[in-house]
């Protein structure tokens, strides 16, 4: 995968802004890292969930009431 980086424009609240640039500044970074961090965090979340729906796509499906009366066990 390529690191060169890409522009981009992202339109922040002026509150979500303000403190960004106060967290890239104490953290001695750039708001890009930041933004970069936390979409690739968010990316390997997805990531997880589409992996366990797949590995768990032939599991049995079942009512919500039946999964409470399952749970009374």
């Known amino acids: 995968m390529s690191k060169i980086p890409v522009k ?3 339109y922040f609240e002026e509150a979500v802004f303000k403190t960004l640039a106060q967290k890239a500044s104490y953290n001695n970074c750039t708001m890009s890292d930041l933004v970069n961090d936390a979409v690739k965090v968010q990316l390997q979340e997805d990531l997880a ?3 366990a ?3 768990r796509a032939d599991e049995e499906n079942i009512s919500y009431s ?3 009366k399952r749970l009374r066990l």
């Open 53 to 55: 729906f797949t590995t």
């Open 8 to 10: 981009s424009v992202i």
């Open 49 to 51: 969930d589409m992996e």
């Open 66 to 68: 039946e999964l409470l």
